[in-house]
T-cell receptor, first 116, second 112 residues
Framework: AQTVTQSQPEMSVQEAETVTLSCTYD???????LFWYKQPPSRQMILVIR??????QNATENRFSVNFQKAAKSFSLKISDSQLGDAAMYFC?????????????FGQGTELSVKP | KAGVTQTPRYLIKTRGQQVTLSCSPI?????VSWYQQTPGQGLQFLFE???????NKGNFPGRFSGRQFSNSRSEMNVSTLELGDSALYLC???????????FGPGTRLTVL
């Protein structure tokens, strides 16, 4: 069975600084997808970024980028130029290829606080 | 396009009652998944529906059930409510080709 682990329950960053959130996963499959979701106090889950395992290039979305290390089964999220609105719970998630079902397996989450 | 909608947003029930939650996916999305979020267990997968068929089911007791209608709207039902069923229930819809889950705002269920 696949598992996702986020070892940092809480992280803190100064506004305008850079922070990296860690995520490791365990799978025996070679084809899969990885996601980072953000959940602010409103509880609305928002997709931040996604990575297809077959792509070697790391995904980027504006100030958000990932460091995907397939062999090490590591998928960290880097937030550059942190803003107050980035404060939220961040979840790392794993998904098998869609023809095998769209179930997301989530990590425990990392609560990010941003200091002005 | 309108996002995923969930109704009701808040519910208070007592033990032993049953509850039905509704999820309307983004227009054109035929896949709907349900998740339970609690402080202790985190986010856990309940079930996934595609074209009115259940494709996957999580490790939850039979008291938890769901269905999907021809317009892709989905409902989940919890019978004989227990205190431990208090949680935020999240629904996600996706296009089969993309597989990206877009989440609704959730239904907060409190069981007294």
């Amino acid at each position: 069975a696949q598992t996702v682990t986020q070892s940092q329950p809480e992280m803190s960053v100064q506004e305008a600084e850079t922070v990296t959130l860690s995520c490791t996963y365990d799978t025996s499959e070679s084809d899969y997808y990885l996601f980072w979701y953000k959940q602010p106090p409103s509880r609305q889950m928002i997709l931040v970024i996604r990575q297809e395992a077959y792509k070697q290039q790391n995904a980027t979305e504006n100030r958000f980028s990932v460091n995907f290390q397939k062999a090490a089964k590591s998928f960290s999220l880097k937030i550059s130029d942190s803003q107050l609105g980035d404060a939220a719970m961040y979840f790392c998630a794993y998904r098998r290829p869609y023809n095998q079902g769209g179930k997301l397996i989530f990590g425990q989450g990392t609560e990010l606080s941003v200091k002005p | 396009k309108a996002g995923v909608t969930q109704t009701p947003r808040y519910l208070i029930k007592t033990r032993g009652q049953q509850v039905t939650l509704s999820c309307s996916p983004i227009s054109g999305h035929r896949s709907v998944s349900w998740y339970q979020q609690t402080p202790g267990q985190g986010l856990q997968f309940l079930f996934e529906y595609f074209s009115e068929t259940q494709r996957n089911k999580g490790n939850f007791p039979g008291r938890f059930s769901g269905r999907q209608f021809s317009n892709s709207r989905s409902e989940m039902n919890v019978s004989t409510l227990e205190l431990g069923d208090s949680a935020l229930y999240l629904c996600a819809s996706s296009l089969v080709s993309q597989g990206i889950g877009f989440f609704g705002p959730g239904t907060r269920l409190t069981v007294l």
